[in-house]
T-cell receptor, first 110, second 111 residues
Framework: EDQVTQSPEALRLQEGESSSLNCSYT??????LFWYRQDPGKGPEFLFT???AGEEKEKERLKATLTKKESFLHITAPKPEDSATYLC???????????FGTGTRLKVLA | DSGVTQTPKHLITATGQRVTLRCSPR?????VYWYQQSLDQGLQFLIQ???????AKGNILERFSAQQFPDLHSELNLSSLELGDSALYFC??????????FGPGTRLTVL
């Protein structure tokens, strides 16, 4: 069964304290792995798409990496405005279905 | 602002009723996606349409149906509503499928 598991469920960081969020996945053929950011009461906002193991993408303080079993979202020197829920999703190759994880709630303290 | 619009913003109805949620995609986007987000189940993919045709189906109940019209807007119909259908319903659109742009959502409350 296709599945996405994110850890930790919640994370509190001090401003400037770097860390990583994990997304483990099981899918019958990976079409793509996606990271989104979601603020309370709003729709998710696209961050990255990764397609193959070894691929990396960066945007400001965020860097996403992909292996055959998991993806990491590295946050370097986070700021309070990085506080949000970060969602990971995979798209299955044959069915085109999207499977989302339950997210990591990140709180960055000033 | 993602460019995706959803109406209504809020909807309160009773069990057994039927409602229609509407989504207008970003200009030029051919794909529309529907998602359900509840506190206990996270974001669940329901269905995707591409240029009027169904492309992918997720965990969509038989009581739910959707369609995409020639002008590319989409509607999600929910019938025989149950208390458990209360959730945020998001629509998203994309051109290539690599990047989805989400609307602000419709909050459905079933009493």
């Amino acid at each position: 069964e296709d599945q996405v598991t994110q850890s930790p469920e919640a994370l509190r960081l001090q401003e400037g304290e770097s860390s990583s969020l994990n997304c483990s996945y099981t899918v019958s053929g990976l079409r793509g792995l996606f990271w989104y950011r979601q603020d309370p009461g709003k729709g998710p906002e696209f961050l990255f798409t990764l397609y193959s193991a070894g691929e990396e993408k960066e945007k400001e303080r965020l860097k996403a990496t992909l292996t055959k079993k998991e993806s990491f979202l590295h946050i370097t020197a986070p700021k309070p405005e990085d506080s949000a829920t970060y969602l990971c999703a995979v798209q299955a190759m044959r069915s085109y279905k999207y499977i989302f994880g339950t997210g990591t709630r990140l709180k960055v303290l000033a | 602002d993602s460019g995706v619009t959803q109406t209504p913003k809020h909807l309160i109805t009773a069990t057994g009723q039927r409602v229609t949620l509407r989504c207008s995609p970003r200009s030029g986007d051919l794909s529309v996606y529907w998602y359900q987000q509840s506190l206990d189940q996270g974001l669940q993919f329901l269905i995707q349409y591409y240029n009027g045709e169904e492309r992918a189906k997720g965990n969509i109940l038989e009581r739910f149906s959707a369609q995409q019209f020639p002008d590319l807007h989409s509607e999600l119909n929910l019938s025989s509503l149950e208390l458990g259908d209360s959730a945020l319903y998001f629509c998203a659109s994309s051109l290539s499928g690599n990047e989805q742009f989400f609307g602000p959502g419709t909050r459905l409350t079933v009493l």
